[in-house]
């Protein structure tokens, strides 16, 4: 009854500490003392988002945390750099982001924790399903798990919208339907001030924008030692991502001034040029979420999922992980390691995250989730196969993709060239380019 009534009083809103140990404190003082060796971006950075708040709850615990950042070297692969270091430091824990993930899953150096999920009837119904969707493999079996993520949507400015008599996106439109709704607006508002029906954030680079919408759609770009520009699927792509810039439906931050000014509101509109208003629909990631949420804008907003293709309407991209913990297969001791990710990734954890990280979108969907966030979460796979191919391709190949791919698109633009034979030429080139490589 003592204890009981205790842990009532515990309850009572005062410190977030004290809320996080209460209780737990006298249920784990006679546990063995254990330490766990984790390695992590940044032993600070950590710390102050994961390592206190574990610490807090489990005070059996201590962590040792070794900095990858410390350990990096000029010219070296970050993912080769954490392979060596789990080697070399007998690591318990890890905490990395979403490509050397992918890298070292596939190499086979990372346990799979299905079984412990199994044992402790871990919660995986709240995740976000295109979160999960990434993290398993192809075989189904999940390696690691995430408190965080940040996603891409599609915002649209309401005052733009209203002022035409036009309908607001809606969820799951297709990119062809984007594009076809961004050419309704007229160049030039009211005020004659340029008035730009799209914004996409790969827009500095045209190129990488239809890389990126076409990996979203299902396309891939190189694969068995081909290129596969050269593509009906591709050439419908570069025509609709061409044809906005050449009719200046999209925005070109490229034609754009770079702000003098130091303020803050100044450097967000210049880094998520939607904020200036003049915008009708714009692809960007969730920092612009929370960028909007923060205060009353200027004009009203609100956000769908990212545009889809017809053959793949649950299917999105720009998804981005840069903790997921997960335990090296080379573990024999895996008990601590997985009460570490089962505090981090689980629900208590994330009934706190509103306080303890607030650039970020939480893994789990929350019961009282806002409408306008629920967006991200909607879609229920994420492609990350562009990233994939591309590192499967020499330095130098991928050094002649950022050589010729930019005259190749000037072409395009300035109709010296059709896309079609724009990409066949392109695929030709860097099929040559791998030829040579590979003799």
Sequence with gaps: MKMKKLCFLLLS??????????????????????????????????????????????????LEVISIYENLTPGKNMTDTIEELIAKESIDVLSIPMD????????????????????????????????????????GKIHGLAATFTGDALFYNKDIFDQYRISY?????????????????????????????????????????????????????????????????WEKVFEEVTSCFKSRVCYDPNQAESTQSLKLEDLQKESYPFLSGHIAMAVADSSLYRILDEKDREFGWGVTTLPVSAEHPDMG?????????????????????????????????????????????PARVS???????????????????????????????????????????AEIMSDQRTVQESLQLMEEELQLALKSVSE
């Design 13 to 62: 809103p005062l410190v977030l500490l004290t809320l996080l140990t209460g209780c737990q404190v006298q249920l784990e003082k006679t546990q063995e003392p254990k330490t766990l060796r984790v390695l992590a971006f940044n032993q600070k950075g950590f710390n102050q988002l994961y390592g206190n708040f574990f610490l807090a709850t489990h005070p059996n615990y201590s």
């Design 100 to 139: 050397s993930y992918s890298v070292l899953q596939k190499k086979g150096k990372l346990l799979s924790l299905d079984e412990m999920i199994t044992k402790d009837r871990f919660d995986l119904a709240s995740y976000s399903p295109a979160v999960i969707d990434f993290l398993r493999d192809e075989q």
């Design 169 to 233: 996106p809606r969820d799951f439109m297709t990119w062809d339907e984007v594009f076809e709704l961004a050419h309704k607006f007229p160049n030039l508002a009211d005020d004659q001030t340029p008035q730009f029906g799209f914004y996409h954030k790969k827009t500095a680079n045209p190129f990488m924008m239809a890389l990126t919408i076409g990996e979203s759609s299902g396309l891939s770009v190189y694969g068995n030692g081909k290129f596969t520009l050269n593509s009906p699927s």
């Design 317 to 361: 991209n720009g998804m981005e992980m840069n903790d997921i913990f997960t335990i090296p297969s080379s573990n024999q001791e895996t008990e601590g390691a997985w009460e570490f990710i089962k505090y981090v990734s689980g629900n208590d954890y994330a009934r706190l995250l509103p306080q303890i990280n607030t650039v970020d979108l």
């Design 367 to 409: 019961e009282n989730q806002e409408e306008s966030i629920q967006a991200f979460y909607k879609l229920e796979r994420a492609s990350n196969t562009l990233i994939n191919e591309l590192r499967e391709l020499p330095p130098e190949v991928l050094a002649k993709i950022d050589e010729i791919s930019p005259r190749y698109m």
